[in-house]
């Protein structure tokens, strides 16, 4: 079946369960916002559309693919050919995806999705709204999954691992005090830890359920006794038998969750509304009381111990040799024979598998040349890739699973003399990436009050880059972290939350001119204390990522004396940081790669 | 009586009237958060503490002032052999007022204050949360106005006037049509006018009921088919009946507004619970439902139309006229005979009194002489100024009411060559005003996102100012008008607001050393569209404030060839505008003032 045939299957079931309008998130089970398991990538299988974010809706004769700025050019070409409109998210004149389910359902009428994949929060939103049409919300039907059929992938069973103290820094027995102690502070009895990460970070295991994020789907159910884990229990061995026992942990089925929430009554329940599903949601009891706020883990996740701050420095540096190796490489071959966006991504996975304790890419790569990297989110594969030519950039977003951290990190490598303006514009997203880096800024600031520092220097020139420029990362879990995050405008609900010392945030400015050219450079940084007087607490970034910025594509007249005193600061770190880790010959690059610059 | 008297006798009653925690806030009946009628004035007469916010608590062993760090070093000085305890807002360990209000009051007590200037909006939630302990809200006693009796100034009763269409560009018929289109757009049946501004607005009358801003203590009540007005009906005289009469507008008395209010049944009252105080809102019957949000008028109000931005800039070059004369006199004159800060605020006065249309001060003048500027709501008065000395600073906020606008501006004089450190501080705050008003952004931003521009330099040395970069500026209404500012954090629920074209924000960083020095630079810029393109539209701010910098203070070591070009500019454009409006003797002044200023 095509795209086209799958929608039209699509309809003829909504039909049959007389459903109007019918929404196909992103989302799975757990409500992940980015990187599911693919039995749940139905949006992808609906529209053709793989990008990471986005939903579907269909109609009797409309069907849209809603996704944002970072996929505007892949969604073009991904849906040429089908009857697929896109709707460019937060344009002008493109209505909210929820607005536009409201509006196309007809009075009386009826809305469906897949209530396990929606959050209960969005559900009771949208039944409040329809019910002023007199509109029903139908929840129970998976239409794209009966549509994907035989050939839809199954549940993902891998084995789960463990990570010991001396990667986390807190063993299980005293992470689930700590929760127990938010639990109490809020009187409450039970707490639903539906987040994937969440049972992870609690229980000290990981898994490799999801490409690229080591994550187990499972949930768990914490009380003032008990701990019980819901997941297949085909993935624990009996050695991890052994250790939740140990724990006091009791291993229950992935199913077994719904039947006992429908169990407890009278409870004071923590659940997040938007981290609960519509389905986990039905099933409880309307005599409990919940506590509607963000699991406590959240916060403990963001927040990195001492122990993980060694680590993950740790992680940034293996992570640092593996760049330069690449880099250098990159630089030495391009010209010289033939070099793909996929020969080179591959040259890095192997660089980074060289590397101690590491488990996997903590994303899939970005490798894009020139044009292509216009794409923030492009990915190279077998039936789709460029050759890497000596003139313009490559872009290579990356990172690493280490089971000391996780790293992302982006470089754009000047593949010969760039032009003028070429490098201009790497100079302004150098200028902002470095202005965010060395803000100070009092405890209380968030991220939407320092979104500007390094996203100005592009909107002094008409330009903007289409989404954040900065994210969380998570310790040997997710690459892409809440609560907190750089961006800018209002803060929606469940962001905008302010900076804590030990949290870790990218700093991600780009320019991508459609099928021009793109520039994006990333570090990691760690929020941490500065100066404590009169005015409060002063926090400040350091940086923990340790890779030469690209010279070559620098120039020098757009930089003020700050930032140039800072990229030689950088570069002197970095080279310290790496010289004794590296080979003669990659050591000799490194040490021109930070060479010191100066006004000319 | 003294204040620890006052504080007594308002025990006395608290124990007659069984309540155990008493309350009063800073605001009218109107919620007017800062200026208001000397009649309001119970949180000054109680706690002897003049500045424009803040509130005092009373129990049976505890009093209290509530205020932020605007005003910590005039409340340590006002406090002083006082029983009132100095509450420093927003301080690490200091509680806020209302959390202090319900943990103070035991389980089964009371909470009193004064209904008619608390919000429904805080009396709900109060209410809400005393519950749990059992405890009561009174509303219904006034016991600081008891306590003040025959002493108490009495409600203001100052002639109102007009404003014809030359000034405000549109007729009160146009407004009160665009008020009800608003209301259509909600079906709102009736709209409760309750903000001080909002009936003037509409209406185009001013009155000068609170000094320095030019409003009339009023109400208004619209619906589809008539306007009621709710002012003492002696402040309007014959040739205003007509006007009104001619408008369709019917006068009411003040107090009628609360039994209108009782007369609606069964109708959707458009009325934020901000805006509406705990005593009207009680007048309401429970038929009704209510549209709980800001007025449209706030919004109108901020986004100024072609004639209002085209009469606030020639308010602007005369008041610059003004400036430049009180700033040539200030440095001429400092060191040749007694200069005090009064002296020196008259002359400035007497300057703008001279210039068309003007019809009073916008606000107090804040005229502080070196480390009387470290207070940033200092005022002089007859018994407490300072002489002006050759030597340090003189920092002068002002502004003036026109008919033709209201302007806000402040500078800071070196009065003799400066220390290299106060060269440095000034500069700082100089590039941080700089900064945002060069910004360019995409249509969406909120002041929260813009303040680091400003504040971000004394963020790098460690120094805060402990206020807001940037407040709205009404026309020939209040001087401080929402719902858009800048300042940093996340937005409280009613700001927060996004930049619109034709708003007027103030663009003022500062830095404030207790017992050294205060600086502050302000001019004030209006949002103007500038590139819309793929990415969106942008927009820019456009200076409307004309009068140089303090060049004398400028140490431009600190400063990059973008800040010294916009500096050059920016002189070039006041010069150019003020030029043929000064005598040779202050135009020679300005011409140097306004000198090019270069790299060294």
């Given at each position: 079946m095509n795209v086209n045939e799958r929608i039209e299957a699509v309809r003829t079931l909504m039909r049959e369960k007389g459903i109007d309008v019918y929404y196909i998130p992103n989302e799975d089970d757990h409500l992940?916002?980015?990187?599911?398991?693919?039995?749940?990538?139905c949006k992808s299988f609906i529209s053709g559309f793989s990008g990471e974010a986005g939903c579907v809706i269909i109609t009797e004769d409309f069907a849209g693919l809603w996704t944002d700025g970072r996929y505007f050019t892949q969604a073009e070409n991904e849906l040429k050919g089908t009857c697929v409109e896109l709707m460019r998210m937060r344009q002008e004149g493109v209505p909210d995806a929820l607005d536009f389910l409201v509006d196309a359902v007809k009075e009386g009428g009826s809305v469906g999705y897949d209530?396990?994949?929606?959050s209960a929060a969005v559900s009771l939103g949208l039944k409040r709204r329809l019910a002023y049409k007199k509109a029903k919300l139908v929840t129970e039907f998976d239409l794209a999954g009966e549509v994907w059929g035989k050939e839809r992938p199954s549940m993902p069973l891998e084995p789960l691992f463990t990570l010991a103290k001396k990667w986390t820094g807190e063993s299980t027995e005293e992470r689930i005090a700590r929760v127990r102690e938010a639990m109490k502070a809020k009187n409450a009895d039970v707490l639903v830890l539906t987040a994937l990460e969440d049972p992870c970070w609690m229980l000290n295991v990981r898994g490799n359920d999801i490409a690229c994020t080591p994550v187990v789907y499972a949930f768990a159910m914490v009380t003032m006794r008990s701990v019980s884990y819901y997941v297949n229990?085909?993935?624990?061995d009996e050695k991890l038998k052994t250790y939740f026992r140990d724990n006091k942990v009791t291993l229950k089925g992935y199913d077994q969750l719904a039947k006992d929430l429908a169990k407890l009554h009278g409870k004071k329940i923590w659940a997040s509304m938007n981290q609960l599903n519509t389905h986990l949601y039905a099933s409880?009891?309307?005599d409990n009381s919940i506590i509607?706020?963000?699991?406590p883990i959240t916060m403990f996740r963001a927040i990195k111990n001492s122990t993980e701050i060694r680590n993950l420095k740790n992680a940034h540096v293996k992570d640092g040799v593996a760049m330069v190796q690449f880099i250098h490489w990159v630089k030495e071959n391009v010209g010289k024979g033939d070099m793909s966006e996929l020969s080179a991504q591959n040259y890095l996975y192997d660089r980074r598998g060289e590397q101690k304790d590491y488990i996997e890419?903590?994303?899939?790569?970005?490798?894009?040349?020139q044009a292509n990297?216009?794409?923030?989110?492009y990915s190279a594969d077998e039936n789709n890739f460029a050759m890497v030519k000596p003139r313009g950039v490559l872009l290579v977003d990356s990172g690493g699973t280490y089971k000391d951290g996780t790293t992302d990190i982006t470089r754009t490598i000047a593949?010969?003399?760039?032009s003028e303006t070429e490098k201009k514009y790497y100079t302004m997203v150098l200028k902002g990436h470095l202005a965010l880096a060395r803000a100070k800024f009092l405890y209380?600031?968030?991220?939407v009050n320092l979104d500007i520092l390094a996203r100005g220097p592009m909107w002094q020139m008409?330009?903007?880059?289409?989404?954040?420029?900065g994210h969380g990362v998570g310790?040997?879990?997710?690459v892409h972290e809440g609560p907190h995050g750089i961006r800018w405008g209002l803060p929606r609900k469940t962001e905008g939350e302010r900076f804590e010392p030990g949290m870790i945030v990218t700093d991600e400015p780009g320019i991508y001119l459609p099928h021009e050219i793109g520039i994006r450079i990333e570090n990691e940084l760690l929020v941490v204390k500065g100066t404590k007087n009169f005015y409060g607490q002063f926090l400040a970034f350091e940086n923990v990522t340790y890779c030469p910025y690209d010279l070559d594509a620098v120039?020098?007249?757009?930089?003020?004396d700050e930032e140039i005193d800072q990229i030689n600061d950088y570069h002197a770190m970095v080279y310290e940081k790496l010289k004794d880790l590296l080979n003669e010959s990659d050591r000799q690059w490194l040490c021109n790669a930070c060479r010191k610059i100066a006004r000319s």
């Open positions: 992940s916002q980015e990187y599911t398991a693919e039995y749940f990538q209530g396990r994949v929606v229990l085909k993935k624990v409880l009891a309307e509607n706020e963000t699991s890419p903590s994303f899939h790569t970005i490798c894009a040349y990297a216009a794409m923030m989110h593949l010969d003399e760039l209380g600031t968030a991220g008409d330009i903007d880059y289409q989404c954040g420029t310790h040997v879990l997710s120039d020098v007249k757009y930089l003020n």
